[in-house]
């Protein structure tokens, strides 16, 4: 066998190879941040009144830590908290888990008691920690949650674990008392585990009130009992000052999780003077959910006689299987969903829904993938439309979609009135005969056929046209 020098031109041996090459794997490891507590740090572990073990509670002592305005290190172990509010500047972080005391209405609490953004609390960090509930002993209670914050600036979440959440893992809100106004900015949660072990609780996130919000690379599971919202829900309160805006959703995973709302859910009443606005949901993983929501919904209730607030939404590069439905759009306005995939999902995607008060305006669904949609009896369709203007459903691929009855199409237009309606250039498949129809057009919907285009279809696998008559594309 031919072998060969490492080092050709070297005048070392090899002895003094390997002693060199053992002296710089120590330095690298020296390099290493340590695993205890860095320094300026408090530990703890090591404060009065303490309890690693868990026996006895451990909240003043984690008060008292946070009181000298340095760091806190929480070790290995669990430390029983209830009722902590974290000062100004406030860090704890390390491997230790922080347990909800049993009667405790919350465990952590930041509050800046001021309507003023400029008097927010600043630059708190939670990093590493467990922050355990007790949902599987104790069970549901809706408004009991581990970290609440009202009023921050700067929050930042990375790798925290949110277990057992009887309520919420997370509270972005509005003040402890209804009727109170906070507003929060520039909150940052990153690589964090929100998981609810039995689905006994609330939601993961609920946002009452946030300015700049980034939620990435984090997982959700087994969150939401059967008729709460579900593991991010966006929702202001019935209040004018309340204020969603620019949301980023980005790269997080969704496994298992139950919930009426949506697995990413957002409502407004007619209270809030702004709908929640320049959102981006990208490249999520939805998985498994057992819920009766969508793996993304939107709602808003404009006040009467007012019309809709675009809202900048841009779902983009999600993948979802084995769910509910791909998405609700109730009622909204300038809403995308471009470059999705989909597959294996009971129910319809839904642009608007019948009955009064929904409206869908500018919604776009384009160069997205359906795989085995709307399988539900009651379904028969992949994307459903109702009272809307200006949707448009281009450029992408239904494969046997609905669930194989004679009205089984790719898009149904159902109850309601649509104008400015655009069917267009989308592809579809039936290799198991499960889409009979492109489209199937409801005796209830009515459009305006001087601005509503059918074109463009490529079919396959004997789908046909459906009950709608197609026009012809500029160009062709």
């Known amino acids: 066998m031919k072998t060969f020098d490492l ?4 005048t070392l041996t090899r002895r003094q190879i390997v002693y060199a090459s053992l002296a710089a794997m120590v330095v690298a490891v020296r390099a290493q941040p340590a695993s205890g507590p860095e320094p300026g740090s408090v530990n703890l572990g090591e404060a009065q009144g303490a309890d690693a073990l868990g026996g006895r509670d451990s909240s003043d002592a984690l008060a008292q830590a946070l009181g000298t305005g340095k760091p806190v290190y929480v070790p290995a172990g669990t430390f029983v908290i209830g009722q902590v509010r974290l000062p100004d500047k406030a860090t704890i972080y390390g491997p230790g888990t922080l347990r909800h005391r049993k009667g405790a209405p919350f465990m952590l609490l930041c509050d800046s008691e001021s309507p003023d953004p400029r008097r927010n609390l600043q630059g708190l960090t939670l990093k590493g920690i467990t922050l355990r509930g007790t949902s599987d002993e104790d069970g549901f209670s809706e408004g009991v949650h581990l970290l ?10 990375d790798g925290v674990r949110f277990v057992g959440f009887r309520g919420d ?3 972005l809100g509005s003040g402890v008392r209804p009727g109170e106004e906070r507003h929060n900015r520039s909150v940052t949660i990153r690589n964090c585990t929100f998981d609810g072990i039995n689905r006994s609780n609330r939601n993961g996130i609920s946002v009452i009130d946030c300015d700049g919000l980034t939620i990435e690379g984090s997982r959700f599971t087994n969150c939401t009992s059967a008729k709460m919202p579900g593991p991010i829900d966006l929702e202001p309160n019935d209040h004018p000052w309340h204020v969603i805006r620019s949301v980023v959703i980005r790269g997080n995973t969704f496994t298992g999780n139950g919930g009426s709302g949506g697995q990413i859910t957002s409502y407004q009443t007619p209270g809030v003077l702004q709908a929640p606005s320049d959102i981006e949901i990208s490249n999520n993983s939805f998985s498994g959910y057992v819920g009766t929501g969508a793996d993304i919904t939107v709602h808003v ?5 007012s019309e809709l607030q675009p809202m900048r939404w841009r779902i983009t590069n999600n993948r979802g299987k084995n769910g509910n439905q791909p998405f609700a759009i109730y009622s909204g306005r300038d809403i995308s969903i471009t470059g999705n995939t989909w597959e ?20 776009v669904v384009q160069n997205n993938r359906f795989t085995r949609c709307g399988g539900a009896v009651e379904e028969a369709s992949c994307v459903s439309v109702y009272e809307s203007d200006h949707v448009q459903i281009d450029s992408n691929e239904f494969a046997d979609c609905g669930n194989g009855s004679e009205r089984s199409a790719a898009v149904f237009l159902g109850w309601g009135r649509s104008s400015f309606l655009q069917v267009t250039r989308n592809r579809v498949s039936a290799p198991t005969r499960q889409t009979r129809l492109t489209i199937y057009k409801d005796e209830s919907h009515r459009y305006d056929d001087a601005n509503t285009r059918f074109a463009g279809q490529m079919v396959r696998d004997g789908v046909t046209t459906g009950n709608i008559a197609e026009t012809r594309l500029p160009g062709h």
Request: charged residues 15%; proline residues 7%; positive net charge.
């Open 7 to 10: 080092f050709p031109h070297s």
């Open 148 to 157: 609440i914050a009202n009023g921050v600036t700067g929050l930042t979440l």
């Open 301 to 305: 209730k404009p006040r009467a006689g």
């Open 344 to 363: 294996g999902y009971r129910m319809s995607a839904r642009v608007s829904e019948p009955g009064k008060g929904f409206h869908a305006s500018t919604v």
């Open 169 to 171: 893992g997370l509270y």
